[in-house]
Every structure is written in structure tokens, then in C-alpha cells.
């Protein structure tokens, strides 16, 4: 197969244009809206990618609002479960949910999941590659060490990556599709399960975003061997991409604010000026790039734009792999 390359729309998620939305351009009704606390899912247990960044988001969220801020993990069916809290949620503004690629990816297979068409987006927070690494007490140093080992020993690398339908599972399973190889892929409740398992030993290795790696990374006890992005990821600006190691292979999920369909227009518009505002900030800017994210926050019309473009991309892909068991286009 080709090798999935997800662009990323960063051309048009321009920072500049999108910030320029300023509280004075908010509606109206922005002055009675909201009233009440806000409830933001992340479909994740703490302590993963989403929610880290989500509390990040919030955090200066809070700041921007008269109102609290709070976060509810609803883990779960790689991510479903939150989804579909949110899709079910009154559309009053109230309700909020941060979601990935995984909300795509689950759309196609499970029956139960939510259909894109249901929800609203928001908001870009960040994008972010995907990255593979494994133990150094592996002996795996290199990628291509990684496919001779997989080749020489099908299933032999137990890998360690969220439920079906999760970022590091797709990863994962296009790992395996595009370089014709077998994983043995155990499921985690999310991110910061899968990192405590390769931490333990129980996995040899892990297809997690960077930011999840890079301190392990750093330590010695992981080494990344390549990241699935066109540039090398500030983080650990010495790993090479996949690219650079003559692989057609781009991978990257995102992270945007989503609401339920159906959200009246001005309370949708407070809340993406809101929004747009608390990210705008220098201190949140700086925080998350000391976090090693990949920011690149955006509004509600880019948001769309990434959601249209990530689906386009991945349903061929998952088509590819076998992935699709619902939806079929």
C-alpha cells in the first residue's frame, strides 16, 4: 500500500489571522452566557496526552469566563464513551469535549460510536506526529534493527498502544500495514497506562506521540527511533523522521474542542472568542511548549477544515488495513 501521510493543514491554521478575534467582537448574548459551570470530557483517564492538554486549555479557559471550568474523564471504548457523552448532551453551550483522530478512526468501526455529523467543532489545540519507540534493553537501535527483529520474528515485538480505534493503535496497525510486518499489540486504557507498561517492562515497545516519550527518551530507558512527521519534533530534535530514513510515512493525530450539533450560534461564538483568547496567551503558548506540544491553535472554521481533511485521509487508509467494519463510504 502507499504509506498513509496525513497532512496536517498548518497553513491554514494561521496563528495570527485566527487569534484576531477579540472579546469586543463577541455577541451579545456573550454578556449572559455563560451562567453556569462548564463540563469539558476528555474521553481519557487522566494523566494521558488529551488530558493534559485539555487541562491546560481549561486552565486559561477559566481565566477568559465567568464562570468554573471543569474537566470530566470518561475513558472507554478508545475514546467513544466521552464522544458520545458529549454528542448526547444538551446543545446549550454547557457540554464541551476535547477529541483526536480516534473519534474519526472510531467512527468507521464501531456501530455505536459517534457519527461525525453529530458534533461541532470548535477549536485546533495542537497536532501532533506520531513517534515509535522501544526499550533499550531491547537491543533495538535502530528502525530498521525494529523491522528485522519484526521480520525475523513475527508477533516476537509486543507492542504496547491503546484499545482498537485509538491514535497509538491505528499507528500501530499502519506501522504493521505499511511495512508489512506483525506486532503482537496489547490494549491500554490510553496513554499514561501504555507508558507505565513500557516503564514496567510488560511491552518492549510503544507508539505514542512524542510528548508521552521524550522524558523517557532523555533518561535512556526508551529510545525513539523515528518520528512520523515531514520535520524532526522540537522535543527530541535528534530523532529522525521516518522520512529521513528514505520511509513515505506521516502519521499525525490532533486535538480540537468539540461540542454537541446544534449549539446556538452566539453561545458557539462566545465560546470559540473565548476560547481563541485563553490560547492566544503568552504563558499558555510557553507552558505548552515546555510540555512538548505542538501547538497550533485555531477556530472553529479551521477546526472543521481539519476534521473534513483528517477524514478524507484516514478512511482510505483504515479501508487499506481492514480497518472499516461500519460506515462504509
Partial sequence: MSAPKFTTLLGSLTLGATLALSSATAPAMAQTFPDQPITVVV?????????????????????ELPVSVVVNNVPGAAGANGVRQVEEAAADGYTLGVMGLHATAQSYMNENATD???????????????????????????????????????????????????????????????FDI???????????????????????????????????????TVQILGVAAQERHFRVPEVPTFAEMGHDYVVTDYVMVFGPAGIDPERRAALETALLAAMSQETFLERGRAMGLMLSPAGADAAAELLSSMDDLIYPVMQDAGLVTTRAR
Fill in 43 to 63: 474521553a481519557w483517564p487522566a494523566g494521558g496526552g488529551h488530558d493534559v492538554v485539555t487541562r491546560l486549555v481549561t486552565d486559561y479557559l477559566a481565566q
Fill in 116 to 178: 461525525l455529523a453529530n458534533i461541532e467543532p470548535l477549536a485546533v489545540i495542537n497536532i501532533e506526529p506520531a513517534a515509535l519507540a522501544v526499550r533499550t534493553d531491547t537491543g533495538i537501535d535502530s528502525f530498521e534493527a525494529f523491522l528485522d527483529y519484526a521480520r525475523n520474528d513475527p508477533g516476537g515485538i509486543i507492542n504496547g498502544n491503546d484499545s482498537p480505534g485509538g491514535f497509538s493503535y491505528l499507528n500501530a496497525a499502519f506501522i504493521e500495514n505499511t
Fill in 182 to 220: 506483525e506486532l503482537t499489540k496489547v490494549p491500554y486504557q490510553g496513554y499514561a497506562p501504555t507508558v507505565a507498561a513500557l516503564v514496567a517492562g510488560e511491552v518492549m515497545s510503544a507508539t505514542l506521540p512524542v510528548p508521552m516519550l521524550a522524558e523517557l527518551h532523555e533518561a535512556g
